[in-house]
């Protein structure tokens, strides 16, 4: 934890970041994103700063901390969202929290997922510690003038995954969990959405982008014809978190480029 905290002070002193703005800023709005050091969640922080937020984003690792980009108005912190003084401890270094998107997720390909302490391990990270997150976050939520909820689920919320049982299950259970605390924190003033990516370019797509015959067969499938890109998924949440969005609440989005659809 002193290696975190240590990053952490690091680039919230030299970004300005969320946790020691002034009195000034304190009208601005702040968004929390777990697992936001890379591939999606860095896409939807960049989309999120773009409209004027103070962003919060967290990496599961030291070295994800020290990795991620250096941007204006962005601090970035350690997070193990299964554990719950993890998240309690973040929860205390915020002010105020206006927007949570839980994009902290984990998947074992190959079939391991089968093992039951490996699925264990996957439902734990996506789906309890996406509730777990939400629970932490309720009442900073509450006392903002608009508070926010965006879960992420997948197409394989849609259809199932042979190879990936616990992924397909807790992605599954993350609509499901979305659809619920939308109907329960109505009455809070909190709105709680779901984005269901496709086949977006991240780190964790390139095996599948770097096989020709894999590739292949999702642009074939895909009726845009492309991969979706990080920045893709930010400009529907930024939408989500908006005052436009003020009346949609317990939807699930797919930004898929029509892949779910055919």
Not at 52 to 65: A, F, I, N, P
Not at 149 to 168: E, H
Not at 224 to 230: L, S
Request: glycine content about 10%.
């Amino acid at each position: 934890m002193q290696d975190d905290m240590s990053v952490d002070k690091l680039r919230v002193l030299k970004l300005g970041g969320v946790m020691k703005k002034s009195s000034s800023s304190l009208g601005d709005r702040v968004a929390l994103i777990t697992g936001g050091a890379r591939g999606i969640g860095f896409g939807i922080a960049d989309s999120l700063l773009a409209n004027g937020y103070h962003v919060m984003v967290t990496g599961l690792t030291h070295s994800e901390v020290a990795a991620a980009p250096l941007r204006e108005n962005l601090s970035i912190h350690q997070l193990d969202v299964t554990d719950d003084a993890s998240v309690k401890a973040l929860m205390q270094r915020c002010e105020r929290l206006d927007v949570l998107i839980n994009c902290a997720g984990v998947i074992i390909r190959g079939g391991a997922e089968y093992d039951i302490e490996q699925f264990k391990k996957v439902i734990d990270v996506n789906l309890t510690g996406t509730m777990r997150m939400c629970m932490a976050a309720k009442p900073k939520l509450t006392h903002s003038a608009n508070g926010v909820i965006i879960n992420t689920a997948s197409m394989l919320s849609i259809f199932g995954g042979p190879l990936t049982p616990a992924y397909s299950a807790s992605k599954g259970g993350v609509v499901q969990l979305t659809k619920s605390l939308a109907v329960a924190w109505a009455e809070d003033g909190i709105r709680v959405n779901a984005i269901a990516p496709g086949w977006i370019e991240t780190e964790l797509t390139k095996g599948a982008r770097e096989d020709p015959v894999r590739t292949k067969a999702i642009i074939d499938r895909t009726p845009m014809k492309r991969w979706g890109m990080p920045n893709d998924i930010g400009g529907v949440v930024a939408h989500l978190c908006s005052d436009a969005a003020r009346f949609i609440t317990g939807a699930v989005i797919p930004i898929d480029g029509g892949y779910s659809a055919v």
